[in-house]
């Protein structure tokens, strides 16, 4: 198991029942695939340095999870196609963790 980051930008018209739907779906990708979710941080709402899709503020979440590298292409395939996701990170933080 790795252990992974994945830092999402949320549209800020997105009710808030409508992120936490998300994010229960990503989580579920990531327990399906045999993941550990570690940690679902809600930056909230902020400013962006540029426009994205005509918007100039965004909602930001970072998910730490630990998983097999192939969950990664899934967890990624999944967030493409989710509708209110405007960019996405993902950055491998350790090589081997042991999950308890």
């Known amino acids: 198991m790795r252990k992974f980051e994945t830092l999402l930008l949320l549209s800020p018209e997105l009710s808030a029942e409508t992120r936490e739907g998300i994010l229960t779906a990503l989580t579920g990708v990531v327990e399906r695939e045999k993941g ?3 940690e ?4 909230g709402m902020r400013d962006l340095a540029y426009p994205v ?3 100039m503020r965004g909602y930001y979440v970072r998910l730490v999870y630990n ?3 192939q969950l990664v292409a ?3 395939r999944n967030i493409r196609i989710t509708d209110g996701i405007f960019k996405f990170v993902t950055v491998k933080l350790a ?3 042991e999950v308890a």
């Open 74 to 76: 899934e967890l990624e």
């Open 36 to 38: 550990d979710m570690e």
């Open 95 to 97: 090589d081997e963790v």
């Open 53 to 55: 899709r005509k918007q």
């Open 67 to 69: 998983a097999p590298a």
């Open 40 to 43: 679902v941080d809600h930056w």
